[in-house]
């Protein structure tokens, strides 16, 4: 029985955590795959891509103001944010509003948007580049910058199991992920 229980626990620490069952309508993929190069910039202007944020697990999620289900998600991004962002998470919001970042602005100020970063697509392309569905399109990458899957829709993002799926991917790409640089900016 000892021994059992000692296999066990070393087949546990090799294959890492596992993972949480993902939530109702999200898509895990067979296996990660290649995100293509995308560019947007940030509140400031600053030109920014997916590879600022490697190292790190990623919710991307493309949505825009005029989307009534994507405002009503917001909110739910925001505590997700508030809840697990850091080194190892980030809920990145990416607006495809072509009024650019003071759209964004206002609308974070009009519903009390705190914790998620202004990220800008004025261009459209992203859901075009990402094969996106429909609006809002929320994509799981990991911290090597692949997709792991997808929830095409709104979701509640803070939602008890949302948080222990993302968690337990989390968790499992602690063991897997690439190290920063000193000079990566986020």
Same mark, same amino acid.
């Given at each position: 029985?000892?021994?059992?229980?000692?296999?066990?626990?070393?087949?546990?620490?090799?294959?890492?955590?596992?993972?949480?069952?993902?939530?109702?309508?999200?898509?895990?993929?067979?296996?990660?795959?290649?995100?293509?190069?995308?560019?947007?910039? %940030? #509140?400031?202007?600053?030109?920014?891509?997916?590879?600022?944020?490697?190292?790190?697990?990623?919710?991307?999620?493309?949505?825009?103001?005029?989307?009534?289900?994507?405002?009503?998600?917001?909110?739910?991004?925001?505590?997700?944010?508030? $809840?697990?962002? #850091?080194?190892?998470?980030?809920?990145?919001?990416?607006?495809? %509003?072509?009024? +650019?970042?003071?759209?964004?602005?206002?609308?974070?100020?009009?519903?009390?948007?705190?914790?998620? $970063?202004?990220?800008?697509?004025?261009?459209?392309? $992203?859901?075009?580049?990402?094969? $996106?569905?429909?609006?809002?399109?929320?994509?799981?990458?990991?911290?090597? +910058?692949?997709?792991?899957?997808?929830?095409?829709?709104?979701?509640?993002?803070?939602?008890?199991?949302?948080?222990?799926?993302?968690?337990?991917?989390?968790?499992?790409?602690?063991?897997?992920?690439?190290?920063?640089?000193?000079?990566?900016?986020?």
């Amino acid at each position: 029985m000892r021994w059992l229980a000692l296999t066990f626990t070393v087949l546990i620490a090799a294959i890492g955590p596992v993972l949480a069952d993902p939530p109702q309508n999200f898509v895990l993929r067979g296996a990660p795959a290649p995100i293509p190069e995308l560019q947007f910039t %940030d #509140g400031g202007g600053t030109l920014r891509t997916l590879a600022d944020f490697r190292g790190k697990v990623v919710l991307l999620n493309i949505w825009a103001t005029w989307c009534s289900p994507c405002r009503k998600e917001m909110p739910t991004l925001d505590r997700l944010q508030t $809840a697990l962002g #850091g080194s190892d998470f980030e809920v990145v919001a990416l607006s495809i %509003d072509r009024g +650019g970042a003071e759209v964004v602005k206002k609308f974070y100020a009009e519903i009390g948007i705190q914790r998620l $970063a202004i990220h800008i697509d004025t261009s459209s392309k $992203a859901g075009f580049v990402l094969a $996106a569905a429909g609006l809002p399109t929320t994509l799981l990458i990991d911290a090597q +910058g692949q997709e792991l899957g997808r929830l095409i829709g709104p979701a509640e993002w803070d939602a008890p199991e949302m948080v222990a799926f993302l968690r337990s991917i989390i968790a499992r790409d602690g063991h897997l992920a690439v190290p920063r640089r000193k000079d990566q900016s986020l």
